[in-house]
Structure formats: structure tokens, C-alpha cells
């Protein structure tokens, strides 16, 4: 039986039967999904319980109209989620365009000039520290099978991850549901409210400086760093948000 193996010097002619193996194919990482899934909940969370946190403080320091309050965060948290959500599959979508563009630019480039192609995979090799017999043997592994091939030069020379063509639909929808509840979540005070709305502030200001801390805590357990930094940092640039909505609404609530 004909070995598989291709000599170096045969590399660029057999590479010429690649092409009918890539036909309509796609490079998956299963493990993206769950990144995405992590990076829009975050993304979601954080802009609307900020968003929102920033607009009931102002509006507090401006009037004591408890109804205006809610009117206000209401239609805050209708916009920011159906606009965060969008951008997020608009933005999505771009990206999985870019990333078959540059796929099918990889294929052709396959079947046109392998040449050129071997030479790149070689070179990211010795990159990483490859030389002499075990460099040849590490761009042949990769060389003589065309979806590793494919796989390698879109990762390693391209720098793009795949992007399923059900992402954009699902960053879409995480990132609406997480900005609805990050909406909400400094909204509960208010449920409670009687008289003064100065109380129902500081409770929002406390739950939602507890919310992001968990947030970044979270997110520091499922990746890297220190999770009491990440919690922290987390909680102090939404609670300055919300400060500084605070801050603008006594000002102008003060102009004549």
C-alpha cells in the first residue's frame, strides 16, 4: 500500500489535491461558545445595571416624582436591551463575515500557491523554536492534512477564531437577556420606595456594588487574575458611573 506520507520535495504537487477536502468546510472550536457566552453575559450585565444605576441617581438628586423615575428607567431598560442586543449581533455577524472571507482567501491560496502556503507554516515554526529534522516534520503533520492546514493558517497566521453561524443569533439574545437583568437589578429599591427616594438610592448604589463585585468575581473565576481585584475593579467603575449620574442630575436639578 502507497504510504500517505509526502516527502518534502512532493509537498507542493500532492498539495494540489487539497482543495476537494475543503469544499463548504468550516474550522469549529467548541470551546468558543462558552468564552462568547461569558464575554456577552458580562458585556450585557454591566452596561445595563450601569446604565440604569447612572439614570436613578440622577433622576433621585433631580425630583422626588417616583412615577418620572420609573418612566425613565423603564424606557432605559426597553432601548439600552434591544440596542445592546443588536449591536451585538450586528457586530457578530460582521465578524463571521470577515472571518469566511478570510477563509475562502485561505482555500484558494491552498490550491493556487501551496508554495507559499508550506513556506508560512514553516515560518510560524520556527517561530516557536523548531529547527532542522523536527521542523520538517512538524510542517508535513500540518501540510499533508488540509483541514489542519486550513485550521492552522486561519489560528496561527490570521489570528481569527471561528464563528459559528449561530452566534450572532445566540450573542443576540445573551446579551438582550443580561441586559434586562442588569437593568433591573438596581431598579429593586424602588419597588420599596415611600416618601424620600435618598433610601431606595443608597440600597441601589449597595445592591448593585454587591451584583458587579459577583460579576467580576465570576469572571475572574472562569478565566484568570486575582478574583477580589476583578470583583472590585468590577464594582468601582459601575459605582463611579452611577456617581457621576448622581452628581450631573443634583446640578442640573439645581439650575433655575
Known sequence: MKSNRVPPREVDHASAALP?????????????????LLSNFILGSQDGLVNVLGILLGLTAATSDL??????????LGAESISMGAVAYTSTQARRKQYLRELEREKEEI??????GTDEVREIFQGWGYQGKKLQQATEAIVNNSRAWLAFM????????????????????VVLASTVFGSVVPLI??????????????GSMGLSGVVLFFIGYYESKTTVGSV??????????????????????HFVGALP
Open 111 to 116: 490550491r493556487e500557491v501551496p508554495k507559499l
Open 189 to 202: 429599591p424602588y419597588f420599596f420606595a415611600s416618601g424620600s427616594l435618598l433610601p431606595s438610592a443608597f
Open 20 to 36: 476537494s477536502a475543503l469544499q463548504g468546510y468550516e474550522v469549529v472550536n467548541p470551546r468558543l461558545p462558552r468564552a462568547n
Open 67 to 76: 412615577r418620572l423615575v420609573f418612566v425613565a428607567a423603564f424606557a432605559a
Open 228 to 249: 477580589w481585584k476583578s470583583g472590585l475593579q468590577m464594582a468601582v467603575i459601575g459605582l463611579s458611573a452611577g456617581i457621576a449620574g448622581f452628581a450631573i442630575g
Open 154 to 173: 486561519m489560528s496561527h497566521e490570521l489570528k481569527l477564531e471561528p464563528i459559528s453561524e449561530s452566534e450572532p443569533r445566540n450573542s443576540f439574545l
